[in-house]
């Protein structure tokens, strides 16, 4: 049997850029350790949840380890809540949250509050990190970047609750607003959350500190994704093999750590621009010593997108290119690499654009393709497969799924 390799670049599928000369970031990058792999891969263009279909990267992470999002997904809040670290229980309720920075009026003009992250997230989260609300506890921590998490523990609560978070800048902070009894009741701690944070955070030293530097504080919590303490078959039960992780995204750190993985962040490896992956070949050798199943999952190509950096994006997947070299070269593998879902630098946002999807192993069949990118990995054997297939698969290759029929 061999091991396996899942490298999932998030929001890898992209769309012609007027920046590239018409060309998609995988197009106009120069990645010639990928795309001599390419050419001795199996190749495809494939839809992590199904066609028409916009992905989040939970439930697109969810259906590319065999999770079939319909039955496990309970909301984003509480895989970024374990992610950063804390311990949830059965009725707890869960909110992804970013930091922003909001005018004198309440309109939200920058829902990333200038992309701050630790330490800074640290200060501010350690100010509002515990709080007595009507009778309930509601626990706030920092995790990747600009995010932070929420939580609302006690009895009587319910999930079925409406953002805070306007998605866009230039409104104001919605209020939460719950689709039954129980659930009104979470969103009106919520709703008292957010103004008794927005006050403790517009006197935080640490933001008047931010403003005197030309920074933008970090004055105003938004709130999004709620969801129930999630019940997930851990992934050794469920497919036999010990699985680890080499990630620093906090939403990833959070499904690993559900699904009973091991994680694990090499020096330097980050989910922001600053990534550094010289150490990942190395680390991810190292695990598959007690591991079957690994997966890397690389953010700066979403973080890329999201801010509309046709050149950050083409930039990270070069900073790559020799990553996924050296991890080829480990022998006794099946390698993978894909991406979660697309977010184009022209929308901005994560569309339902299919995603390219690779799969190397010695002695396995070759599409004879020289390139790896959206337009020609269309021409692949392995298009039209969804997120779902692509777990059982690699086990297949790695041969480790039992035979069906005699």
């Known amino acids: 049997m061999k091991k396996i390799i899942l490298v999932i670049c998030d929001g890898l599928g992209d769309r012609p850029s007027a920046n590239l000369n018409g060309k998609t970031p995988l197009q106009a990058a120069r990645k010639p350790?990928?795309?001599?792999?390419?050419?001795?891969?199996?190749?495809?263009?494939?839809?992590?949840?199904?066609?028409?279909?916009?992905?989040?990267?939970?439930?697109?992470?969810?259906?590319?380890?065999?999770?079939?999002?319909?039955?496990?997904?309970?909301?984003?809040?509480?895989?970024?809540?374990?992610?950063?670290?804390?311990?949830?229980?059965?009725?707890?309720?869960?909110?992804?949250?970013?930091?922003?920075?909001?005018?004198?009026?309440?309109?939200?003009?920058?829902?990333?509050?200038?992309?701050?992250?630790?330490?800074d997230t640290g200060k501010l989260a350690s100010i509002i990190s515990e709080m007595r609300i009507d009778g309930h506890t509601v626990f706030f921590k920092e995790s990747t970047e600009h995010r932070c998490v929420l939580v609302v523990r006690g009895e009587g609560l319910g999930a079925n609750v409406t953002d805070t978070d306007p998605g866009v800048e230039g409104k104001g902070i919605l209020k939460a607003s719950g689709r039954d009894a129980v659930s009104q009741r979470t969103a009106e701690i919520v709703n008292t959350f957010t103004d008794m944070a927005m006050k403790k955070l517009a006197e935080a030293d640490l933001n008047r500190e931010r403003e005197r530097k030309g920074l933008k504080p970090a004055n105003a919590i938004l709130a999004r994704g709620a969801g129930e303490y999630p019940k997930i078959e851990p992934f050794f039960e469920k497919r036999g093999m010990r699985m680890g992780g080499i990630v620093a995204e906090g939403l990833i750190v959070g499904i690993c750590r559900v699904l009973g993985a091991e994680v694990s962040v090499p020096a330097g490896f980050t989910a922001g621009m600053d990534m550094d992956v010289s150490g990942v070949a190395k680390e991810a050798e190292r695990m598959l010593s007690s591991v079957d199943f690994l997966l890397i999952h690389i953010k700066p190509t979403d973080v890329a997108g999201h801010d509309g950096n046709a050149k950050g994006k083409m930039e990270v997947l070069e900073r790559i290119d020799d990553m996924i070299g050296r991890i080829a070269e480990i022998e006794g593998t099946v390698l993978a690499l894909t991406g979660d879902h697309s977010t184009p630098v022209s929308a901005r946002e994560h569309t339902c654009d299919p995603v390219p999807l690779l799969i190397h192993s010695r002695g396995l069949r070759s599409d004879g393709i020289s390139s790896f990118d959206e337009i020609s990995c269309s021409r692949g054997s392995l298009s039209g497969l969804r997120g779902l297939d692509i777990t059982p698969l690699l086990m297949g290759y790695a041969d480790r799924n039992e035979k069906d029929g005699a």
């Open 33 to 119: 350790n990928i795309d001599r792999l390419a050419s001795a891969s199996m190749l495809g263009l494939i839809y992590t949840i199904s066609p028409g279909v916009t992905p989040g990267s939970d439930t697109s992470h969810l259906s590319l380890l065999g999770y079939d999002p319909k039955r496990y997904y309970t909301g984003r809040g509480p895989l970024e809540a374990i992610g950063a670290g804390l311990k949830l229980r059965e009725g707890d309720i869960a909110f992804r949250c970013n930091f922003a920075t909001v005018d004198h009026d309440g309109i939200v003009i920058d829902r990333r509050a200038g992309r701050i992250k630790e330490p």
